[in-house]
C-alpha cells in the first residue's frame, strides 16, 4: 500500500514534463523520409544573400564612380574642343570675308611695302668707278607702326592657337597704349570675340559695341552686329537680336555677315511665339 503514492508522483512528473515540453508543428515539411530530411531549415540563407547583396551594391557604386569620372574627363575634353572650334570658325570667317574683299574690289595700286614691278627688266648697264666712296646700307629702323603692327599679329595668332587668355591680355595692351593705331579696330573686334569664346558674355558685349563707338567705319562693324545679335539671341532676347540682324541686312546686303543674319533672323522667325 506504500508503493502507490509513490508510483502516482512518478506518474505525475512525467505529465508535468510532457505539459512543459516545446510542441513543433513538422505538418509544413514533407512526410516520410530520414529524420533529417525533417529537420527544420537553417536561418543562415537570408544571411548569405544580404551579404552578397551588399557586396553588389558596393562593386556597382565603385563602378558608377569610375563612370562619373570618364564623364567629367569627357566634358572637358569636348569643351576643350568648342572653344578650338570656335577659334578656327572665328579664323576661317575672317580669312574667307578678306578674300571676297579681294575679289570684289578693284585691283590695288602697288604700295610701298610691295613694289611694282617693272614692265620690262631693264638692259645690264656696264659698272663705272664711283667718284666717292659709298656708305654701306643701313636697312631701316623698325617705325612704330610695324610695332603695332607686330603686336596685333601675336595677339592674333594666339588667339588662332586658342590661347584665349594669352590673347585677350595682348589685344588690350595693345589698345591701352594707342587705341587710334592703325589696327585698333581689329584689335578690338578680336577681344570680343576672344571674350565671347571664353563665355564671358558682358565683356564681349562691351568690346563689340565699342567697335561700332570708336570706329563707326571699320570693315569690322558688319561682322560686329552680327556678333551682337548672336549673343542677344543666345539670352533669348528675340526682339533685339531680330533688330541687329536686320540692321545687318539693310546697312550691309552684299556682305558674308547679311548671309548670316537672314538665316539667324530665319532662324527666329520660324519659332512661334
Do not use: C, H
Not at 67 to 90: C, D, T
Not at 110 to 133: F, H, R
Amino acid at each position: 500500500m506504500k508503493k502507490l503514492p509513490a508510483l502516482l508522483l512518478f506518474a505525475s512528473s512525467f505529465a508535468l514534463a510532457d505539459s512543459l515540453a516545446p510542441v513543433i508543428d513538422n505538418s509544413a515539411y514533407p512526410t516520410g523520409g530520414s529524420a533529417a530530411a525533417r529537420t527544420p531549415i537553417a536561418v543562415s540563407a537570408p544571411m548569405n544573400s544580404t551579404f552578397e547583396l551588399m557586396t553588389r551594391l558596393d562593386e556597382a557604386q565603385v563602378e558608377i564612380q569610375q563612370l562619373n569620372g570618364k564623364l567629367e574627363e569627357q566634358a572637358n575634353l569636348i569643351a576643350e574642343m568648342k572653344k578650338k572650334q570656335s577659334v578656327m570658325n572665328a579664323d576661317f570667317d575672317d580669312r574667307l570675308q578678306q578674300v571676297e574683299t579681294k575679289l570684289s574690289g578693284s585691283k590695288p595700286a602697288a604700295s610701298a611695302e610691295t613694289p611694282a614691278l617693272p614692265a620690262k627688266e631693264p638692259e645690264p648697264v656696264e659698272a663705272t668707278p664711283p667718284t666717292k666712296p659709298v656708305a654701306s646700307v643701313v636697312p631701316p629702323a623698325a617705325t612704330p607702326a610695324d610695332e603695332k603692327k607686330q603686336q596685333y599679329l601675336q595677339a592674333f595668332e594666339a588667339f588662332r592657337n586658342g590661347q584665349v587668355a594669352e590673347a585677350i591680355t595682348q589685344f588690350n595692351t595693345l589698345l591701352s597704349k594707342d587705341p587710334s593705331n592703325l589696327y585698333a579696330n581689329n584689335a578690338q573686334f578680336w577681344l570680343g570675340k576672344a571674350y565671347r569664346v571664353s563665355k564671358d558674355t558682358g565683356s564681349a558685349k562691351k568690346a563689340f559695341n565699342t567697335v561700332l563707338e570708336k570706329y563707326p567705319t571699320s570693315q569690322k562693324v558688319p561682322d560686329t552686329l552680327l556678333e551682337l545679335g548672336m549673343i542677344e539671341m543666345d539670352a533669348k532676347n528675340s526682339a533685339r537680336a531680330k533688330e541687329l540682324f536686320t540692321r545687318v541686312i539693310t546697312d550691309f546686303p552684299n556682305s558674308k555677315p547679311a548671309q548670316v543674319a537672314a538665316k539667324k533672323l530665319q532662324q527666329l522667325n520660324d519659332v512661334p511665339n
